[in-house]
Nanobody, 115 residues
């Protein structure tokens, strides 16, 4: 069992930045594929970015060049640096850990982009 705890969400003005963190329990964090998903009101949950155990990254087209995912295996933590935020980025952001057939989710953190 893996527990994921997100932090770093909040209210930010358009053009601003936020950094989300996701702290994971467990001793094999480095083996997990870690991802950030988001769900806006009335929309399906979508993948924002993912990072493999080897450090390979993948981004949704809508965030390429603006968001950066990274991981610190020594701290069992994955980050999402979000720059140049706009209203379309408003959503609940969820951390995900995946290995083989196991799939774990955090409770989510709200990100609101508004002036």
């Amino acid at each position: 069992q893996v527990q994921l705890v997100e932090s770093g969400g909040g209210l930010v003005q358009p053009g601003g930045s936020l950094r989300l963190s996701c702290a994971a329990s467990g001793s094999i964090f480095s083996m997990y594929v870690m991802g950030w998903y988001r769900q806006a009101p009335g929309k399906q949950r979508e993948l924002v970015a993912s990072i493999s155990s080897g450090g390979s990254t993948n981004y949704a087209d809508s965030v390429k060049g603006r968001f950066t995912i990274s991981r610190d295996n020594a701290k069992n933590t994955v980050y999402l640096q979000m720059n140049s935020l706009n209203a379309e980025d408003t959503a609940v952001y969820y951390c995900n850990a995946r290995i083989v057939t196991y799939n774990y989710w955090g409770q989510g953190t709200q990100v609101t982009v508004s002036s």
